[in-house]
């Protein structure tokens, strides 16, 4: 079956006054399918890179200006094509800053959108019907456009579409309440037009989509009763242009949504596959009208595959990019995954048989010595049942889920393990997920109700099943920090992709108050601690440093307050002998806190919570960090559960700008602003270095004369 996964806010809305739409006016895939351009409907394109879930880039048209059609991105040509105040083409790189200094071009009619199919060309539609290439038009900006469309005729949706090698353009229009379908080959250039059939009584379509399968595109629309159709449509070209008169497209009836007694104002459909559509705004059909779910329909079967309550305003926008869909609702824009299996009668029903597993192999048969000394006069050997085989036989007649559930809110702690690892010994895990939350929380419920009460292992077990994350169990990080079981919370940091900056900062107070003492009695996760211990071994290089950083340029400082504060600090010990600020422990866990994603403006507030003390010692530790990352043989004990070297820059610059007033007046943190100064220094004279060496390779690049050395050569390039 189809199924919606835990979503994440991508960024949030800026709506408005009315609220009546959600202040994005597109939103488009970039280079691949971790990077999305979202545009405002006022003045901005921002670039953001999906799994990180922060922008990375960022362009504004100036004041009086408004962006009129959506920012696409053009894999061919890498540049981002937008048209502002209707006529005036953009074209800009990702480096490009200033978005007035760039390319742009007015254009002789009104522009409807840009579009650029991922495997096509990117082509500009004007709102008056006519389609012209991006690279043509830009070719002779002032061409005449002519009018396709009828005087009282306009564009209500457009996309474009590569099939067979041809790519067209689709667009709908609708006149005097009537709709019809263009649709626009470039390749050879033909025009065809096409009248949808209307609804009664007299209702408008509320979206469209469309997708290419074979020779034949598919077009669905969504109408306010939640009648959802779909036409067909080849993609054989016709034998000549075909406008003037308008084909009557067939439809056929392929679901029809549950409304209620009224109608749908702001439902949104998208085609995910062959039989599975995306439905937004619409209500569920076991949950009654008054709430906005999305859901996913079987359109093969006409059965609810899967479900997620939206809360806030829905704004008739729904975006689908692999595997993800992209809804702005209430004040946020979200991501939610999802999966669409294979369709067939037993998956839409829910009793698709799994495939076979090894539990349902034949038993083992273990040869005897007999057999292997006697020849095969000997007896048979005997089956012998495995461990997996018994671990079956048992759960075959285990409590159901109900019945566990019930028997945790009574249970000892030993009982509760003993329903745990049972339930968790079975092959159906997957189909458990939804058990495993409800499990969650009944026992974090019972924890914190009962001080007496508390299973550390189970919680440790379910959240290893990465089943959870921490909107299924919000209390699950609170309780293990009350109960300062250190290694749950580690757990959960590495396993919840969804702890707020709130939570977080909680769990870095909570270590860096740990004592060494205490974290060393700790039983924490194997990885991390042997991560720690080779990076404070003294068998370390302390002398090759990179990065820009190395204890002669450190020494060869000409800052004046440098060298007094290592006049004044003989006696004390040097940052360069590297001596970690804390213990192998202690440090594993900070470093859990160093690999969290969090928002800058969500972690800010939180982090001024810590105390000067806490705060020095941190970036003590960072500062470590760095100087350790910095050897040359760091890369060589790089493992899995360490931090990276720009997670360990940006927590120093959170540090700093959350208390820089604090560390200027402790006198304690003063000779450490001046190392963190230093090796700011070190790397800006490293990235002038290399932008040096840059500009001379670039001038050896355009000086090189293309001749042919043969299949085999070794060419020497010298650099005075």
């Not at 742009?104 to 991922?118: E, L, M, P």
């Not at 249970?411 to 939350?437: K, N, W």
């Not at 004592?515 to 924490?524: F, G, R, Y």
């Amino acid at each position: 079956m189809a199924a919606l996964y835990e979503g994440y806010t991508l960024c949030g809305l800026v709506s408005d006054k009315t609220l009546s739409t959600s202040g994005i006016r597109g939103l488009e895939e970039e280079r691949d399918s971790d990077h999305v351009i979202v545009t405002d409907t006022t003045r901005s394109v921002t670039l953001y890179k999906v799994s990180d879930q922060k922008p990375l880039s960022s362009w504004t048209v100036k004041q009086g200006q408004t962006l009129t059609s959506p920012a696409v991105y053009n894999p061919h040509t890498k540049e981002y094509v937008a048209v502002s105040d209707n006529k005036v083409i953009r074209v800009w790189k990702e480096e490009d800053i200033v978005l007035d200094k760039t390319f742009k071009a007015t254009v002789s009619g009104d522009v409807w959108k840009v579009h650029c199919a991922r495997e096509g060309e990117a082509v500009v539609l004007f709102r008056r019907g006519a389609v012209r290439l991006l690279d043509s038009l830009l070719a002779a900006p002032q061409q005449p456009i002519e009018e396709v469309l009828a005087e009282e005729e306009a564009i209500r949706w457009s996309t474009s579409i590569v099939a067979k090698t041809q790519q067209f353009v689709i667009f709908i229009t609708e006149q005097k309440g009537e709709h019809f379908l263009y649709l626009q080959r470039l390749n050879p250039n033909s025009l065809q037009r096409y009248r949808l059939e209307g609804e009664e009584p007299n209702l408008s379509p509320l979206s469209f989509s469309a997708s290419c399968k074979d020779e034949y595109i598919c077009l669905i629309h969504l109408f306010p009763n939640g009648h959802v159709y779909q036409s067909v449509i080849s993609v054989r070209g016709p034998a000549a242009d075909e406008k003037a008169c308008a084909l009557p497209l067939p439809r056929s009836l392929v679901l029809n949504l549950p409304v209620g007694e009224g109608l749908l104002e702001a439902a949104s459909a998208v085609i995910l596959d062959d039989c599975h559509i995306a439905v937004v705004g619409a209500p569920h059909p076991s949950a009654g009208a008054g709430k906005d779910y999305l859901c996913i329909w079987n359109t093969n079967f006409q059965t609810l595959q899967a479900g997620i309550e939206m809360a806030g305003k829905i704004y008739r926008q729904l975006w689908s990019y692999s595997n993800r869909l992209f809804i702005p609702h209430g004040k946020s824009l979200s991501v939610i995954p999802f999966s669409c299996p294979k369709s067939s009668l037993a998956s839409a029903l829910g009793k698709l048989r799994k495939a076979k597993t090894e539990e349902s192999k034949p038993p083992v048969c273990v040869p005897s010595w007999s057999n292997i000394l006697h020849g095969e006069n000997a007896q048979p050997p005997k089956l012998v049942e495995t461990r997996k085989m018994r671990s079956t036989r048992k759960t075959q007649s285990a409590l159901t889920t109900e019945q566990v559930l019930e028997l945790v809110k009574t249970i000892p702690v030993e009982e509760v393990q003993r329903e745990v690892e049972g339930l968790l010994s079975r092959h159906d895990l997957q189909d458990l997920q939804p058990f495993l939350g409800q499990l969650a929380l009944t026992l974090v419920s019972r924890s914190l109700a009962d001080p007496a009460f508390y299973t550390s292992s189970s919680l440790a077990q379910l959240v290893r099943t990465r089943c959870l994350c921490h909107s299924v169990c919000p209390d699950l990080v609170s309780l293990a920090l009350e109960r300062k079981d250190y290694f749950l919370c580690q757990l959960c940091l590495q396993f919840f992709p969804d702890i707020p900056e709130a939570i977080t900062c909680a769990c870095l107070k909570a270590f860096i108050g740990l004592s060494d003492v205490d974290a060393e009695k700790l039983n924490l996760e194997p990885d991390s601690v042997s991560f720690m211990e080779a990076i404070v071994s003294k068998h370390c290089d302390q002398v090759g440093l990179q990065n820009g950083f190395s204890p002669t340029s450190f020494e060869d400082s000409s800052d004046a307050i440098g060298a007094q504060m290592r006049k004044q600090d003989k006696n004390a010990p040097s940052s360069l002998e590297q001596i970690c600020p804390v213990g192998v422990q202690k440090g594993a866990l900070i470093n859990e806190v160093v690999q969290m994603a969090y928002s800058d403006t969500f972690l800010l507030p939180h982090l001024k919570d810590l105390s000067s003390q806490h705060v020095v010692l941190f970036l003590q530790y960072l500062q470590f960090l760095y100087l350790q990352y910095s050897q040359d043989n760091f890369a060589q004990m790089h493992t899995f559960r360490s931090p990276s070297l720009n997670q360990v820059v940006d927590w120093v610059c959170m540090l700093l700008d959350a208390h820089f007033t604090v560390l200027v007046m402790t006198p304690e943190a003063k000779g450490l602003l001046l190392n963190l100064h230093n090796f700011v220094e070190s790397q800006v004279k490293l990235f002038y270095e290399l932008g040096k060496i840059e500009g001379s390779l670039q001038e050896l690049d355009k000086m090189k004369v293309k001749k042919d050395d043969g299949q085999y050569s070794i060419e020497v390039i010298e650099l005075f």
